[in-house]
């Protein structure tokens, strides 16, 4: 299972920018890369995903490097409810592990007003 | 459209006895995942089922077990429940089974066992 490198932990000013760095060196050709959350007493939550090209949508932006070993997920403007930890994890397309995602630690990110 | 539900959302078990988790996808989702959640071990994958077979299977004993319906509903059962199988127990959904989309989970099963 390719495997996936975020820092622990990350620190925003709300109402700035917040760029979530992941490197994945391993991923393969046909390995997507997703993004969950998990907010405090929550299940995950979907964010987004990508392949090759950046990816935007109504929560956040998806920048993936041009030889796909690293990502960034992009948040616009923080807000406390932005406080989680992030995931970013590589799913395969066409495996018989599609449907396991392998969770790492994270990045718990903290906004403070 | 209603998003992934579970009951019951929580539990409590005496070490020894079995359980039976519950979880219904979103509607036309086909592929059912399951993960449980410690604070020492983080999100653990237990078990994918797609079209009521087991797609795979995650690194835990035999006691964990589960299954899926016709109407992609799935549920799971541990058995001979032990203090360490207190987690939160996450399903997800997805409508079928590739990179390409992703998985909606639920508010979780939180199962305490004493």
């Known amino acids: 299972d390719a495997k996936t490198t975020q820092p622990n932990s990350m620190e925003s000013n709300e109402e700035e920018p917040v760029h979530l760095p992941c490197n994945h060196s391993?991923?393969?050709?046909?390995?997507?890369i997703h993004w969950y959350r998990q907010l405090p007493s929550q299940g995950p939550e979907y964010v987004i995903h990508?392949?090759?090209s950046n990816v935007n949508n109504r929560m956040a932006s998806l920048a993936i490097a041009e030889d796909r070993k690293s990502s960034t997920l992009i948040l616009h403007r923080a807000t406390l409810r932005d406080a989680a930890v992030y995931y970013c994890i590589l799913r395969p397309h066409g495996s018989s592990n599609t449907g396991k995602l392998i969770f790492g630690q994270g990045t718990t990110l903290q906004v403070k007003p | 459209k209603a998003g992934v539900t579970q009951t019951p959302r929580y539990l409590i078990k005496t070490r020894g006895q079995q359980v039976t988790l519950s979880c219904s996808p979103i509607s036309g989702h086909r592929s059912v995942s399951w993960y449980q959640q410690t604070p020492g071990q983080g999100l653990q994958f237990l078990f994918e089922y797609f079209s009521e077979t087991q797609r795979n299977k995650g690194n835990f004993p035999g006691r964990f077990s589960g299954r899926q319906f016709s109407n992609s509903r799935s549920e799971m059962n541990v058995s001979t429940l032990e203090l360490g199988d207190s987690a939160l127990y996450l399903c997800?959904?997805?409508?079928?089974?590739?990179?390409?989309?992703?998985?909606?989970f639920g508010p979780g099963t939180r199962l305490t066992v004493t």
């Open positions: 990508g392949l090759t």
């Open positions: 391993t991923i393969s050709g046909t390995d997507y």
């Open positions: 997800a959904s997805s409508l079928v089974r590739t990179g390409a989309y992703e998985q909606y």
